[in-house]
């Protein structure tokens, strides 16, 4: 009789290796991390052979293992690394786990292409902010190493992180800000978040991380990496639940049905922009106005226009009660809400209508937000040349290209890639003529 074969565990013989242990002393000092969680473990050497032929331990022991890796090389380690399927039914410590795995495959270049090449799911099943919320938990301290405490200062780093990389996205672009939020998640965010703390730190921290991941799958959205954006913005929604925070959860909501109005699924970008809503039940006027100005913009998409207008006159009205904070994560200010305005006016037909609004849009955004500005630019000029201004839409691109020059955006290219398109039909107009070699040349440094 043929026996049946496994596929070795090449990881978890490289985490040995690293590790510097026998698989004798492996087995010993799982048997002792179980002790701890009060299993009587009686592993020797040939049940690690046996896991580095391709046996999967039982879940408890898979968790040990885990851990102590973790302990002697002192950084996390996934499930994936270590060739074990995560255990099924996890909570906290999976999210943080898959968060982690997701981090690590988004600093590799050659894992990045695997994930990136993931396909947007319109039917994606969104984890309800109840079922994630856990406000009657009885456990004041998160569990953890003890060797390893967190405290406000660790929440306040990642705060001041996240707002820094949010800096450089405007100065640079996406393509250089996301693999720093990328490595900070796995480097040091991760670890935090499996450390001891007291439970109000935790939840701080918890909501903290959510929002530089809400910030991370934005960024991934913008490389038009979307699937990806979609994981992280999953992982987002789990730690504000856990961290009970609605405003994050709702925010990043928004961010998903932006995702999906972007890419053309009207019925689920509304869709999400009314659950987000709906799970605020107590919101301040900012973020009332950020969830309206999304529900109109998923309104027009579906030919709702009354709806639309109606969520518009909403959201102005609670911006007009808003104060004149300005947050670097998930902000909303007059100039979100004109380019709200202007996707209803494009959804609806008006599209000359649009064309003043986004105008006025770009005219009060702040000249820092660059990456911003290369959007609003690129989509201005399209609208331009839609209605038959070739020279102004010319004008518009060639503000689009101070931009792009400098920035490393694939939002950009894309622009770029519709700019160069859609100017073949008019060579003979001299203003076109001379924006196509502007263009030929940045596409060169670029390329």
Known sequence: MARHSRTPNVGLATLLEQAGWSRSQLALIVNRVGAEAGLNLKYGQPAVSQWIAGHQPRPQVRALIIEVFERKLGRPVSYAEAGLTPPLGGEEADTVRELIDLGKADMDPSRRRVIAAGVFSAALAVPLFPALARADSPDPIRPGKATTRVGQGQ???????????????????????????????????????????????RRSLLAAASDLVYLTGWMAMYEREHRLGQQYYVSALKLAGEAEDHVTYCRTLRGMSLQASNLGYGSRALELADSAAEAAPVAGPRLVAFLRGQQAHGAAMVGDRRQALARLREAEEALARADDRRESVGGYDRTAYLFHVAHVQAATKDMPGSVKTLKESIRVQPENERQGRLHAYGLLAQRQLSIGHVEAASESWARFLDHYETLSS?????????????????????????????????GSQKG
């Not at 859609?422 to 001379?434: F, Q």
């Open 155 to 201: 929440v306040d780093a990642v705060r001041s992180m996240t707002d820094r990389i949010a800096d450089i996205l405007d100065e640079l672009g996406a393509g250089h800000a996301r693999p720093m939020a990328a490595a900070f998640l796995v480097n040091t965010v991760g670890p935090w978040l499996k450390a001891e703390a007291a439970a109000p730190v």
């Open 410 to 442: 694939a939002r950009g290219d894309e622009h770029f890639e519709i700019m160069v398109a859609r100017l073949k039909p008019y060579g003979t107009v001299r203003a076109v003529r001379d924006l196509r070699e502007r263009a030929r040349l940045v």
